[in-house]
């Protein structure tokens, strides 16, 4: 069982930054594409950017040049530079990858709090 495990999230004031971590317990061989979903209080769990085994990265149009996905294969992690943050950014940001293992199978994190308020 793939484990995925978050980091960094946290309380940031309008206009700032936080860096979201998300490293993989197994190595990154079989995996078509990582990237990041994020649910809000009483919303729809939506697609926040994705980035492909060959590096392609796509992002929903509210966070393009914002948000920026980024990867370490070395270290099976990904990374969500999160920039000028706005209080509807708000919401439990999840890792998740799409791995090949007889048939495609998604594994997700366990969700990290992101809050954005003065």
């Known amino acids: 069982q793939v484990q995925l495990v978050e980091s960094g999230g946290g309380l940031v004031q309008p206009g700032g930054s936080l860096r979201l971590s998300c490293t993989s317990s197994?190595?990154?061989?079989?995996?078509?594409?990582m990237g990041w979903y994020r649910q809000a209080p009483g919303k729809q769990r939506e697609l926040v950017a994705t980035?492909?085994?060959?590096?392609?990265?796509n992002y929903a149009d509210f966070v393009k040049g914002r948000f920026t996905i980024s990867r370490d294969g070395a270290k099976n992690t990904i990374f969500l530079q999160m920039n000028s943050l706005k209080p509807e950014d708000t919401a439990v940001y999840y890792c998740?990858?799409?791995?090949?293992?007889?048939?495609?199978?998604?594994?997700w994190g366990q969700g990290t709090q992101v809050t954005v308020s003065s």
């Open positions: 998740f990858e799409n791995r090949w293992t007889g048939g495609w199978e998604t594994s």
């Open positions: 197994e190595i990154t061989f079989n995996i078509n594409a």
């Open positions: 980035i492909a085994v060959d590096g392609n990265t």
